[in-house]
Nanobody, 114 residues
């Protein structure tokens, strides 16, 4: 059974940085690993994604500030978040895809405030 475990959330002041990490259990090869976030009362939205071929995509709101990376040997995905803004405050979820299967972590809260 695949399980995803996020870490690295917390509180930071505007302009600060946080690094989110997600470790996947098992030796499954994922076709993509992504980070989503969810604001209160809204659906989850894709923040950044990385396919198995190394291609990446980012939400317009985070381009130039966030960077996604993967360690294929360790089956981890990391989201480096710089120049954080109050509007980045959300619960961030790790997501991994393998063909038609979707796996989710439990989420980690990121709070950006003074």
């Amino acid at each position: 059974q695949v399980q995803l475990a996020e870490s690295g959330g917390g509180s930071v002041q505007p302009g600060g940085s946080l690094r989110l990490s997600c470790v996947a259990s098992g030796s499954v090869i994922f076709t993509a690993m992504n980070w989503y976030r969810q604001f209160p009362g809204t659906e989850r939205e894709l923040v950044a994604g990385m396919s198995s071929d190394g291609s990446t995509n980012y939400a317009d709101s985070v381009k130039g500030r966030f960077t996604i990376s993967r360690d294929y040997a360790k089956n981890t995905v990391t989201l480096q978040m710089n120049s954080l803004k109050p509007e980045d405050t959300a619960v961030y979820y790790c997501n991994a895809k393998r063909f038609k299967a979707d796996y989710w972590g439990k989420g980690t809260l990121v709070t950006v405030s003074t």
